[in-house]
Every structure is written in C-alpha cells, then in structure tokens.
C-alpha cells in the first residue's frame, strides 16, 4: 500500500518487500505518462506534481492517489 493519501509532497510505501531502486510510473487521470524513476528509502518524491488524481504503477501493482 502507500500512505498518506491524499498527500502532498511524498508518497511513503508500505511492504514487507523492499522497493529500493525498483522502477515506478506515475500517470494522470488521463492516463499520460507524468513522472518515473526509481524508488530510494520506500519513498517518491511528488512535490513537482500539479494538484489532482495520479495512478502509480510498481512492478505488477498500480495504486490511486491524490495530491494536495
């Protein structure tokens, strides 16, 4: 899962598996391609993100959040 949501500058991720340097994609609600990296501390950094509904994609999982 990921934590806090909504949230506003950072995306916390809570797993037993550790997600170091494991790739993510983050999309708008309209399902264009926003921001991707890799995941440092089971943290990613959202700050540059607008306000709104963004979809994240991990591995296999996807999650919804919202930014404040």
Do not use: A, C, R, W
Not at 25 to 52: A, D, H, R
Request: no cysteine.
């Amino acid at each position: 899962s990921i934590y806090p949501n909504p949230t506003i500058n950072k995306i916390h991720i809570n797993s037993d598996k550790e997600f170091n340097d494991e790739e993510y994609k983050i999309f708008n609600s309209m399902g264009e391609l926003v921001s991707s990296g890799s995941i440092k501390n089971k943290q990613i950094n959202i700050e540059k993100l607008y306000n709104g509904v963004y979809f994240i994609i991990i591995g296999e999982k996807s999650f919804k959040f919202i930014k404040n």
